[in-house]
Nanobody
Framework: QVQLVESGGGLVQAGGSLRLSCAAS????????MGWFRQAPGKEREFVAA????????YYADSVKGRFTISRDNAKNTVYLQMNSLKPEDTAVYYC???????????????WGQGTQVTVSS
């Protein structure tokens, strides 16, 4: 069982930056691939970024490529999402997720956090 808790969301102006964190419980964090997803009001949840268990591989949605960076610190059981050059369309609730399988851009993850709100004003 893995419990995930996101933090770091907030209100930021367009062009600004935020760093989200996702702290995981359990001693097997390093064996899970991790992902970030987001859901805007009235829209379906969408993939943002994923990282392999080792951190050696990452994958991004086209909409955030070059602006967002996913990383992890297995010693701290934490995955991060650094978000730069934020746009109003990045406004959403951001969720982290964990899977015991390979990282994926689909929503086939085993565990999900409760989400953190990110609001980008124009």
């Amino acid at each position: 069982q893995v419990q995930l808790v996101e933090s770091g969301g907030g209100l930021v102006q367009a062009g600004g930056s935020l760093r989200l964190s996702c702290a995981a419980s359990g001693r097997t964090f390093s064996s899970y691939a991790m992902g970030w997803f987001r859901q805007a009001p009235g829209k379906e949840r969408e993939f943002v970024a994923a990282i392999s268990w080792s951190g050696g591989s990452t994958y991004y949605a086209d909409s955030v490529k070059g602006r967002f960076t996913i990383s992890r610190d297995n010693a701290k059981n934490t995955v991060y999402l650094q978000m730069n050059s934020l746009k109003p369309e990045d406004t959403a609730v951001y969720y982290c997720a964990a899977t015991a399988d390979s990282m994926t851009f689909t929503d086939e993850y085993d565990y999900w956090g409760q989400g953190t709100q990110v609001t980008v004003s124009s």
